[in-house]
């Protein structure tokens, strides 16, 4: 899914006021969030650095880092924050379990499947 295609299907279920250049932010700061939690923790990370998505990033052509069948996790983060912006607790709270369900999903998945990096650990005598 790209930029574009979910800020798209978000804005389609909701119609919302809310300029691209934050719903990009949000996006570029959830594909951080996944690089450093997810993919920066095992050896075979698809991308070696994150590049924050900014108004200059192309927003047909770049892809998201999850994608299907978890990649609909954007379009309920894209809307939990719409409603916590619009201070829409109940609402809030709905999409972001939504949200939470299919990134619990995807970075189960990965941790499963992808060698993890060994990191030292003190040891106690």
Partial sequence: MTIREAINQADDRLNNKIPDDTKIKWLSNLDHNIFLNVFARHKDSPIEEFTPYTEDTDLLTTELLVGSPWDEMYIYYLKAKYHQEMHEIDRYNNEAAQYA?????????????HTPIEEAREVYF
């Avoid at 369900?101 to 499947?113: C, P, Q, S, V």
């Fill in 101 to 113: 369900e299919l990134f619990g999903d995807f970075k189960a998945y990965y941790n499963r499947t």
